[in-house]
């Protein structure tokens, strides 16, 4: 009898492993063994993920499981958390609340409202932890100074805005969940005795040690740092599971952006009686009246049109999720560095629905056309459906339905945002443009990412390609900007997805004839959880042929 652990025991040792880098992220997922913990952030802690990574990766390697679908993804998962090891991205991201470790507490922790005795006891030792991991994490950013691993001044700035607006926000966001018992006085006194001076002293080193050691604003990708191509050459293969190259990707985006001029002649005629491209997208950006009001009509926009999507996806779908999707906005602290929206899946015992976002920052310099192929791409049928299904499914590993890959969930959603045109989703062709607009931006961020990280663009390289082929305000220029410059390689994720699921389509559609139905081909691309696209394109094949 063997002794060789199955494809399923590696997932869920691989889960373990994944819940330790990302405490806060199990916490959210209802992944077991973590709601104590923040993320071990010093040298030790990430020596400790790394060796159990080479374990795993080398048991999957040898492994003679027959199932192959959870060993691809478990060997996709090992090397990514391998590549964000060698990244050593914790010593110099330090703004951005998705990815920086020291704001991204502060943005994730007050998501997630302890219920019951013990997580609110493991709410308090966190908080009691927070004087050791802001020092550990200061003690990255030094060590990152000292290799020459420097962060970008501006991020410095930003993050230190952050926390000064974290710090002032009355009432503090880690006050306002209630606790039972004795523990919300004890939950006080940690934060006026640990919490807010940890976060102070964290500021200050911040202001103080590691502003003035930042890289400038014409140096902000990773290939300004040694090693840093090779670095960006691993996170592009992480975020796109795939190996192509930022060459290839850098011109694969500019070709679609100018295949999209078709469409902005067509739709801006039928809209404007314009129909010279930059005309269209001079319109769409500066028109006073296609921008919202208040954050009132913005919310109101996203929910309708998530409750369209709703009622029509039977007709489009085997599996329709029965978790509940709302729409709220961004949290008033996250705004300034926020995304424009963003989606939280459900929780799995069903106490917590699914949450679309909206930045509702500055939002009468928003715009309103793209706020239907948005809530399309971020609620239904985009991530909210594909993390339900997953979520739904029996018999798959939990590796499979929690843990994400971007160039599978991003891919989908930015599927679905051509796909709500086919279902008849947009209520006009003012929404119609607002979905070609996020198209260029998609497109474009082939062309940004690359440029920044592998062909040395600087920021103002950046912010001019986006403000002249995208159709974004200033402001949502700045911070998608600076999101690139802190998550290498994760804005390639979205084109690269869409294209290989309509390449599937077009594949299983030719091949099967008048025996295609739409219904089967969605519910075969989700079914199986979230897969590297690889394996995605075997899954698709081995359904094709059984047909």
């Known amino acids: 009898m063997s002794d060789e652990p199955t494809a399923g025991e590696l997932a869920d040792e691989l889960l373990d492993v994944l819940a330790t880098e990302m405490p806060l992220m199990a916490t959210f997922d209802n992944i077991p063994g973590h709601d104590h913990e923040l993320r071990d952030v010093s040298e030790a802690g990430d020596v400790r993920l790394r060796e159990r990574a080479v374990r795993i990766a080398g048991l999957a390697a040898r492994s003679t499981d027959p199932d192959r679908i959870t ?48 997580a609110e006891e493991d709410h308090l030792t966190r908080l009691a932890a927070f004087p050791d991991f802001f020092a550990a994490l200061a003690d990255r950013h030094r060590a990152g100074i000292e290799a020459g691993r420097t962060p970008v001044e501006r991020a410095v700035r930003n993050a230190v805005e952050y926390v ?43 202001a103080r040690e590691i502003a003035g050691h930042g890289r400038p604003d014409d140096r902000p990708g990773l290939c300004w740092l040694e090693g840093g191509k090779e670095t960006y050459a691993g996170l592009l293969k992480t975020h796109t599971t795939t190996g192509v190259s930022a060459e290839e990707l850098h011109e694969t985006g500019l070709a679609i952006g100018r295949a999209l001029d078709e469409e902005y002649r067509r739709l801006g005629t039928a809209l404007f009686g314009e129909g010279d491209p930059v005309a269209v997208r001079h319109r769409l950006r500066t028109d006073p009246s296609l921008r919202w009001r208040d954050a009132d009509e913005m919310i109101t926009t996203a929910t309708e049109a998530v409750a369209r999507a709703t009622a029509a996806a039977p007709g489009w779908f085997r599996r329709v999720p029965s978790a509940e999707c709302v729409v709220r906005a961004v949290p008033e602290a996250d705004g300034p560095s926020a995304a424009q929206a963003y989606y939280m899946p459900p929780s799995a015992d069903g106490s917590r629905p699914g949450v679309y976002s909206t930045n509702a920052y500055r939002v009468t310099e928003r715009f309103r056309f793209i706020a239907e192929s948005v809530a399309f791409h971020e609620a239904v049928p985009g991530h909210h459906f594909q993390a339900c299904v997953s979520f739904e499914l029996e018999g798959v590993p939990e590796l499979r339905k929690l843990v994400p890959l971007s160039a599978f969930d991003e891919g989908w959603a930015l599927y679905t945002e051509r796909l709500a045109d086919e279902m008849g989703l947009y209520s006009d062709d003012l929404m119609r443009l607002g ?58 994720s979205y084109m690269t997805g869409r294209l290989e699921i309509q390449r599937l389509r077009a594949f299983a559609e030719e091949n099967l004839g008048e025996a295609f139905d739409i219904r089967d081909f969605h519910d075969v691309v989700l079914r199986n959880g979230q897969v590297p696209l690889p394996v995605l394109g075997e899954v698709v094949r081995d359904w094709v042929e059984l047909q």
């Open 71 to 118: 060993l691809g993804v478990v060997a996709h998962h090992t090397e990514s958390l391998l590549t964000r090891l060698d990244a050593r991205a914790s010593e110099f991201t330090l703004a951005d609340p998705m990815v920086a470790e020291g704001v991204g507490v502060l943005s994730w922790l007050p998501q997630l409202a302890p219920s019951g005795e013990q």
């Open 435 to 492: 979905m070609v607009a996020e198209d260029s931006l998609r497109a474009a961020r082939l062309v940004v990412d690359t440029g920044l990280h592998a062909l040395g663009w600087t920021r103002q390289q950046c912010v001019d390609y986006l403000t002249e082929h995208c159709v974004l305000s200033d402001v949502e220029v700045s911070s998608e900007t600076d999101r690139y410059i802190e998550w290498p390689g994760q804005a390639l």
């Open 164 to 206: 000064d607006r974290f710090l002032a926000a009355e009432p503090n966001p880690l006050l306002v969940p209630p606790l039972t018992g004795d523990r919300e006085a004890r939950r006080d006194r940690l934060f006026a005795e640990k919490v807010r001076p940890a976060l102070t002293a964290y500021r200050d080193i911040l």
